[in-house]
Every structure is written in C-alpha cells, then in structure tokens.
C-alpha cells in the first residue's frame, strides 16, 4: 500500500521556522520525484518544491526560492521541507507528492504525481 504521510505543520508568527516532513511507503522511492504543494483557502494548488532522491537535485518555485530548502534521507525515505522566514502568506495545507520519473513532464503540475498525502496545516501569523 502506497503511503505519504505528512506531519510538522502548525501555527507560527511571521518570521518563524517550521520543518515539515513526508514519510514514504508502498514503492520505490529512487524512482520517484517527490514533491511539495500547497492549497490556500479559494487557490489553486500550488507546487513549491520537488527533488530527486537519487541526486538531490531540486526545484523551487520563486514564491519560496531562498526560504525553503527541501532535502532528503534517502535510508528512512523520508523528504523534508524546511521553511524559514514565513510569511502570511504561506499559510495553507501542505501536501507531499510523489511521482514516477518515467511519466513527470513538469514538476510543478499537480496531476503529473500520482500519489499524495493527506496534508497538513501551515498558519503563519502577522
């Protein structure tokens, strides 16, 4: 059974850090871009930073270049997303996502992964 489950979210004041974390299952993590989005309240779902576990390679959009910094522990299959410097306007419900490297066109399109998790709460307060 295929498995991403999100935790780390919570209420933080503008300015403050938060590391959130994706613990994966149920397939074969080197073979899958794992990837960040997120959903405020009336927005589309946006993504925000993905990597490839076989050489860290990585992507971030422009909305958190210079803040987050994604990574991962390839022997726990677990990626995290470190956010430093949040702002208002990065509260929202954070997804983790995976998908196969042999289908993902665009890294930051929400239906090119096949696999999410349920979410998790990130408020940040002015």
């Known amino acids: 059974e295929v498995q991403l489950v999100e935790s780390g979210g919570g209420l933080v004041q503008t300015g403050g850090s938060l590391r959130l974390s994706c613990v994966a299952s149920g397939f074969p993590f080197d073979d899958y871009a794992i990837a960040w989005f997120r959903q405020a309240p009336g927005k589309e779902r946006e993504g925000i930073s993905c990597?490839?576990?076989?050489?860290?390679?990585?992507y971030y959009a422009d909305s958190v270049k210079g803040r987050f910094t994604i990574s991962s522990d390839n022997a726990k299959n677990i990626v995290y997303l470190q956010m430093n410097n949040l702002k208002p306007e990065d509260t929202a419900v954070y997804y983790c996502?995976?998908?196969?490297?042999?289908?993902?066109?665009?890294?930051?399109?929400?239906?090119?992964?096949?696999?999410w998790g349920q979410g998790t709460q990130v408020t940040v307060s002015s």
């Open positions: 990597i490839d576990p076989t050489d860290d390679s990585t």
């Open positions: 996502a995976a998908g196969s490297w042999e289908s993902i066109q665009l890294v930051n399109v929400a239906h090119e992964y096949d696999y």
